[in-house]
């Protein structure tokens, strides 16, 4: 069996440092024979049924998967055996009392434990004529503190469930935490790097002809690379977009450099929440960052409407089109859209059209408020 380490054993999450203190309560099984003065045979005996009791409480704390039931049965084996010559013996079925509770897993057994030790000891003390208050004392004192440390138990079952449920709250939030990091760093890098490829590309082929504007590109580089930089950090720290508009006036930018012909219609005066606005502003990143790699258009058009109470962001190219599997970006554009309450459609027929929407009642609420 393995024990625990000294550090958790005295550091009892359920106990505290109250079941070193219980044990004191042993000094109870020692009355009798000092008021008695007997014999050094049975002060031997009690002291090695104290040492074996000892063992038998200690394990509870001390191993890290301790046979309960079983060690709290060798304490009730001891008091049947103590208690002809140790009136004190009653310790031993208060102490069993005491810890079923703790030892079973509902209320239900441990008031079946708490009866069952209650039964043995009377029935002890009925067969060995045993006086009013060793009775009381083996047989109703137990019931009455194991009945006590029934709702201690029950605190501390509901303590430990709350304690899993925080355990699992947590590595779920780390788990959604790294999903998001890796999305985010997909759309950030993936969208960099192909801006960078692309005018890197444009830089070469100009250096002979442009050499003005060949530099003009790679100091563009050199700038988006350090953009870049920031971007990856605010990611990490989960604060990243510089707003929509800037967004879709940088993607006008990309698509042109590209060569591609870009149409767009930003409605004016549409107000969207920060959450909301970010989650938009790496969609049109995300898209965009497709249209350059993969769908080798001519044309391109972004718009930005408000309809319904809900905020519609549609991105159109002439491509080659078709619905092909989602990959990261898509399926990362897809969760964060449905998480906001809102849907993200994507049609393949002539080009791709993405239409993401989301709705606005906490603007419109907001709204209302500010009315009243």
Same mark, same amino acid.
């Given at each position: 069996? !393995?024990?625990?380490?000294?550090?958790?054993?005295?550091?009892?999450?359920?106990?505290?440092? *109250? @079941?070193?203190?219980?044990?004191?309560?042993? *000094?109870?099984?020692?009355?009798?024979?000092?008021?008695?003065?007997?014999?050094? /045979?049975?002060?031997?005996?009690?002291?090695?049924?104290?040492?074996?009791?000892? &063992?038998?409480?200690?394990?509870?704390?001390?191993?890290?998967?301790?046979?309960?039931?079983?060690?709290?049965?060798?304490?009730?084996?001891?008091?049947?055996?103590?208690?002809?010559?140790?009136?004190?013996?009653?310790?031993?079925?208060?102490?069993?009392?005491?810890?079923?509770?703790?030892?079973?897993?509902?209320?239900?057994?441990?008031?079946? *434990?708490?009866?069952?030790? #209650?039964?043995? #000891?009377?029935?002890?003390? @009925? #067969?060995?004529?045993?006086? *009013? @208050?060793?009775?009381?004392?083996?047989?109703?004192?137990?019931?009455?503190?194991?009945?006590?440390?029934?709702?201690?138990?029950?605190?501390?079952?509901?303590?430990?469930?709350?304690?899993?449920?925080?355990?699992?709250?947590?590595?779920?939030?780390?788990?959604?935490?790294? $999903?998001?990091?890796?999305?985010?760093? =997909?759309?950030?890098?993936?969208?960099?790097?192909?801006?960078?490829?692309?005018?890197?590309?444009?830089?070469?082929?100009?250096?002979?002809?442009?050499?003005?504007?060949?530099? !003009?590109?790679?100091?563009? +580089?050199?700038?988006?690379?350090?953009?870049?930089?920031?971007?990856?950090?605010?990611?990490?720290?989960?604060?990243?977009?510089?707003?929509?508009?800037?967004?879709?006036? =940088?993607? !006008?930018?990309?698509?042109?450099?590209?060569?591609?012909?870009?149409?767009?219609?930003? #409605?004016?005066?549409?107000?969207?929440?920060?959450?909301? $606005?970010? +989650?938009?502003?790496?969609?049109?990143?995300?898209?965009?960052?497709?249209?350059?790699? =993969?769908?080798?258009?001519?044309?391109?058009?972004?718009?930005?409407?408000?309809?319904?109470?809900?905020?519609?962001?549609?991105?159109?190219?002439?491509? /080659?089109?078709?619905?092909?599997?989602?990959?990261?970006?898509?399926?990362?554009?897809? $969760? /964060?859209?449905?998480?906001?309450?809102?849907?993200?459609?994507?049609?393949?027929?002539?080009?791709? /059209? &993405?239409?993401?929407?989301?709705?606005?009642?906490?603007? $419109?609420?907001?709204?209302?408020?500010?009315?009243?």
């Amino acid at each position: 069996m !393995k024990l625990k380490s000294w550090n958790s054993v005295i550091r009892n999450r359920e106990h505290g440092w *109250g @079941w070193l203190v219980w044990v004191l309560y042993l *000094g109870f099984f020692f009355v009798q024979p000092v008021l008695d003065h007997v014999s050094a /045979r049975i002060w031997l005996l009690d002291l090695l049924g104290a040492a074996v009791f000892l &063992l038998l409480y200690l394990g509870i704390f001390w191993l890290e998967r301790p046979p309960g039931l079983f060690l709290i049965g060798g304490m009730v084996v001891l008091g049947l055996l103590f208690l002809p010559i140790n009136a004190g013996a009653c310790t031993f079925f208060i102490f069993a009392a005491a810890l079923i509770p703790f030892a079973v897993r509902t209320q239900k057994l441990a008031l079946l *434990g708490l009866f069952a030790v #209650a039964g043995i #000891a009377a029935i002890d003390g @009925w #067969a060995l004529h045993s006086g *009013g @208050w060793i009775m009381f004392y083996s047989a109703v004192f137990p019931l009455m503190i194991g009945g006590g440390n029934v709702f201690f138990a029950e605190r501390n079952r509901m303590n430990r469930r709350l304690r899993k449920a925080n355990e699992e709250i947590e590595q779920l939030a780390k788990v959604a935490e790294r $999903e998001r990091i890796a999305r985010d760093l =997909h759309d950030v890098l993936g969208h960099t790097l192909s801006v960078i490829t692309l005018k890197s590309e444009l830089a070469g082929k100009l250096i002979s002809r442009d050499s003005e504007r060949a530099a !003009k590109e790679i100091r563009e +580089v050199e700038q988006i690379s350090r953009q870049a930089l920031s971007d990856v950090r605010d990611a990490i720290r989960g604060y990243r977009s510089q707003g929509l508009l800037s967004e879709l006036a =940088h993607a !006008k930018s990309t698509l042109e450099t590209a060569g591609i012909v870009v149409e767009c219609d930003a #409605a004016v005066g549409v107000k969207l929440p920060a959450v909301q $606005e970010s +989650v938009l502003s790496l969609a049109v990143r995300e898209a965009v960052t497709n249209v350059v790699r =993969h769908a080798n258009a001519r044309s391109c058009r972004l718009k930005l409407d408000q309809q319904n109470g809900s905020c519609r962001l549609e991105i159109e190219d002439d491509g /080659r089109g078709g619905l092909h599997t989602e990959g990261n970006g898509l399926r990362g554009m897809r $969760e /964060r859209v449905e998480m906001l309450g809102g849907t993200l459609t994507r049609c393949g027929d002539s080009g791709t /059209r &993405l239409t993401l929407m989301l709705p606005l009642k906490e603007i $419109e609420s907001d709204s209302g408020g500010s009315a009243n």
